[in-house]
């Protein structure tokens, strides 16, 4: 009895080791590997390959969604966690880095889904990254643009060596969610936007692959390093990516540099410049969070296989510092987002929201191929041709810097009046705080008088972009509806929400069309009566006259058309002004003005 006791008590043990030993025997080879990296999977191929994963191994790894795409087709995540942590909430617990990896934003670039396939079967119990995980949580999308990725062709993407057949850039509704996500028109980008509140990530990788010259580097990478991204999370990056994770990912075989973006196209010699990124972009959207965030770009003219490692690589190189170094990049972010609530007690606190690129340069080393130049007969332009036989080092200027074009002292508060329900709903989208008021207010606040509004005349990604546009601030006592909506900036996501309602900020709401109407006229003067208002007015103000006349000698547009004649009057009339066409419906509160705000609620 005593041995059928000691064999009952380790009977499951023995049945777990071997149904272990039986799923690490079993060909975990992943598609992409198994065709030596000539293919890449379907999404039914990858997400039956990590459903049988996640199954081997349910202590560590989970596959759920964070949504559905237009075409019902699941937005994927994996969550690999050696505690088990998978939800957002038991992963702030445990005190872990949060690193998320976003794989086929743009599903053409498909490295990162062939590279997550392969060091998440390499993070399990007893496989051979499995101690990457010891203080790191890895969420990973495989595929963003689900249903681009199943728009596969051969001739999807001209500049890139492989693989056989790749996704495209847009979404089932043409959108290119890599510019969406301020706007978040797109359906997948809102699923985004509330896993991106929910899990807060303290990393965030985008993994793309270039476009243009060519050059000996297999992976390329762009930081945030400007505008208003916390100081502690800069030195992270400065300390923990480029002077550790970088040099660790080169001895593994790679070759890294900046991201290389040509100053001309046809002569890499003159230099490289920062693209600006931006927040309608990925990384510079998650730095308006205070999150440290990697644009990573493979190089398409390296092979498949060599394209898919080097992410691997990167990514493994990365949760092996955290390894070492744990906590430091959470406790960066803690720092950020305290501060940034704590900023709003600094009645002259600023901030930019629109950057160009400055106009000095430093020296850089930028390790290419010779190249030859002809001119052609077919574009007329110059052609470029790279012989990458003959490896070759060039110095040129690197044009890094940003420097801001626009900055604002940050108010308390904004408030967008009750008639706007729709811009509340679309700063909630972006997880930030929204204070709705239940009564009327009176408020002495700050708005802006919008003028001068040009749009460019194609549809970018869906909408007409306001290119050009003047703000003119004033301060006057105003009257707000019940259920007027506060945004106050004591919280982490303040930097986010000037973006958003700032109208000169880079990407503004504004911007993007979602308050086109304020420069619509709906109440016009007849001719008949337009034309003794003229009389009127020019009777009873010499300097208008003058204004006029001067006007009609500059510019013949006008002085041809009686309409503009007309409306050179009326539009400087009492009866225009009460249309309020130009006036910026949100606007901005002091600390006293929030006060009586929130006392009203």
């Not at 934003?105 to 496989?127: N, T, V």
């Not at 390296?302 to 744990?326: C, M, Q």
């Not at 080393?365 to 470029?384: C, M, N, P, R």
Request: include cysteine; aromatic fraction near 10%.
């Amino acid at each position: 009895m005593k041995n059928f006791s000691v064999a009952r008590r380790w009977l499951p043990c023995l049945v777990v080791s071997l149904l272990c030993h039986v799923a690490f025997a079993a060909d975990w080879t992943t598609p992409a590997e198994r065709s030596k990296f000539a293919t890449t999977p379907s999404y039914a191929e990858t997400k039956a390959w990590l459903e049988r994963l996640a199954a081997s191994a349910p202590d560590r790894l989970r596959l759920t969604r964070f949504g559905v795409s237009p075409e019902g087709r699941d937005l994927m995540l994996v969550v690999a966690a050696k505690g088990g942590e998978f939800t957002p909430e038991a992963a702030r617990a445990s005190g872990k880095d949060i690193v998320m990896v976003q794989s086929g934003i743009h599903s053409g670039e498909i490295e990162g889904k062939d590279a997550a396939l392969m060091l998440l079967r390499d993070l399990r119990a007893g496989g051979r990254h499995a101690d990457l995980l010891d203080r790191a949580i890895l969420v990973w999308l495989p595929i963003f643009n689900v249903d681009g990725h199943e728009r596969a062709s051969p001739y999807n993407r001209i500049n890139q060596n492989g693989p056989r057949e790749m996704g495209t850039r847009g979404t089932a509704q043409n959108l290119n969610l890599n510019r969406d996500y301020m706007k978040a028109d797109a359906p997948e980008m809102r699923d985004w936007l509330a896993l991106f509140d929910a899990w807060n990530p303290d990393l965030f990788f985008d993994i793309h692959t270039t476009d243009g010259a060519d050059y000996s580097y297999d992976l390329t990478w762009y930081l945030e390093e400007w505008g208003a991204l916390h100081p502690a999370v800069k030195r992270w990056q400065d300390e923990a990516f480029k002077r550790a994770i970088l040099p660790d990912f080169e001895k593994r075989g790679h070759l890294a540099a900046t991201y290389l973006d040509l100053v001309d196209h046809r002569d890499i010699t003159r230099g490289i410049a920062n693209f600006g990124s931006g927040p309608r972009f990925s990384t510079g959207y998650v730095a308006l969070r205070n999150r440290a965030a990697v644009l990573v770009e493979t190089h398409m003219l390296k092979p498949y296989e060599a394209r898919v490692r080097a992410t691997y690589d990167l990514v493994a190189a990365t949760l092996a510092r955290i390894r070492r170094h744990p906590g430091e990049l959470r406790e960066a972010a803690k720092r950020a987002d305290a501060d940034t609530v704590a900023r709003v007690r600094d009645a002259q606190a600023t901030l930019p929201i629109a950057f160009r690129v400055g106009g000095q340069s430093e020296p850089f080393v930028l390790k290419g191929y010779a190249f030859t130049q002809e001119a052609s007969a077919i574009s007329g332009d110059t052609w470029t041709t790279y012989d990458p036989r003959k490896p070759k080092t060039y110095t040129v200027p690197n044009f890094r810097d940003l420097v801001a074009t626009e900055s604002v002292r940050l108010p308390a508060a904004y408030l967008v009046p009750a008639s706007w329900p729709q811009i509340a709903d679309k700063l909630r989208q972006h997880g930030l705080r929204v204070e709705r008021v239940e009564r009327p207010l009176r408020l002495r606040a700050e708005h802006y008088r919008l003028g001068s509004p040009r749009w460019d005349e194609k549809p970018f990604e869906g909408r007409h972009l306001l290119r050009d546009v003047t703000a003119a601030p004033e301060t006057d006592d105003m009257d707000f509806a019940t259920g007027a909506f506060l945004v106050p900036l004591d919280q982490p996501n303040a930097n986010l929400a000037a973006n958003l309602l700032e109208p000169l900020a880079a990407d503004s709401l504004l911007r993007w069309g979602f308050f086109d109407t304020v420069f619509e006229q709906k109440e016009y003067a007849d001719a008949r009566v337009a034309e003794r208002l003229a009389r009127d007015m020019l009777a009873k103000d010499p300097s208008l006259k003058a204004e006029f006349e001067a006007r009609l000698a500059a510019d013949a547009a006008f002085a041809a058309s009686p309409a503009a004649r007309l409306a050179f009057f009326y539009d400087r009339s009492p009866w225009h002004a009460a249309q309020g066409v130009g006036a910026y419906p949100v606007v901005r509160l002091d600390a006293a003005a929030l006060g009586n705000a929130r006392s009203a609620r």
